[in-house]
């Protein structure tokens, strides 16, 4: 006998869900953010620098971002040297902005870190060797503060950085996942990143409205969806559209039967632990650590972790 099996659903027998990616640790602006998404259900992901964690102490930080997840975005957010800077000239004075020379990299205290400017502004740069120092020594900060091995995830400050030589090393170093900048919108039709070491955001705060309407009214093709708005709180607070995510809290929150509200990790993790089940002719087993959920010959069944579902 044939049966029909169907586990592509998050708890709630839902296929949509929904999160979001904030970066940097601006506590000001994220609290506001989190003033709105709390009370609707929405939990996220805050990718936060470990140098500006000054607000608060762990246990206050621990408060301040319970119950999202917490990414690595970097000590001192630097860029990283690239082909495209092969050109600069180095300098062992210290940067003075109102004097600085075009396309030159001014010495710092730190070993392999410069700073420049660039259409007026100062930015920092590292050697590969010093952007992983930097991008490990922000992980064990933030996993001091976080609990260990809870900071598995990696954003790029300024997007991803053109350096081959960087971005291997960073995905041979045990990250579950590598975010860029820039909105994919509905490129993906609302599902998942087929590539967790180069992926993006569905939508930024400036589109987010429309967006989510059109992700409210997409139908239902039998996959898991994705929808995830970012990149930065105080985006909104330049923007002057905090009205934008309160409507969309209004729209899509505390509606647990239709969108699943997890940060980034966990939705990655559920989507590799539907993909992990396994089905043959007598049974259908689930290897992963978390509760699935699926319709078997019209039937609602909920697969406990390392769980076994025999047909009649």
Known sequence: MKHTVDFRFFPGYTRKSVTFTMDDGNVTWDKVLLDIVRPCGLRGTFNLCSHILKAFDAAGYRDFYRDQEIANHVRFHPMAMTPARADFSFSDAPLDPANAAERTFYKTEIEGYYTFTERGRVYGVATVPTYLSFTEQSRAALEDIFGEGRVTGFVWPYSEQDNEELREALRN????????????????????????????????????????????????????????????????????????????????????????????????????????????????????????????????????????????
Not at 178 to 191: A, E, I, N, P
Not at 210 to 225: N, P, T
Not at 242 to 248: A, N
């Open 173 to 312: 170093s045990g990250v579950s996942y590598m975010r860029k900048t820039g909105c994919v919108f509905d490129s993906l039709q609302y599902h998942f990143p087929p590539d967790r070491m180069a992926w993006s955001y569905t939508t930024d705060s400036y589109h987010l409205l429309s967006c989510a309407k059109d992700y409210i009214a997409a139908a239902d093709d039998g996959e898991l969806r994705f929808f995830c708005f970012g990149v930065h709180a105080v985006d909104f607070e330049r923007a002057g559209n905090w009205e934008d995510l309160r409507e969309v809290c209004r729209l899509i929150g505390n509606r647990p039967e239709e969108y699943y509200y997890a940060p980034v990790i966990e939705l990655f993790r559920y989507e590799d632990a539907v993909r992990s089940l396994v089905v043959t002719d007598e049974e259908v087993i689930n290897p992963s650590d978390v509760t699935l959920y699926g319709v078997v010959d019209g039937r609602r069944v909920e697969l406990l972790p390392h769980g076994t579902y025999r047909f009649a």
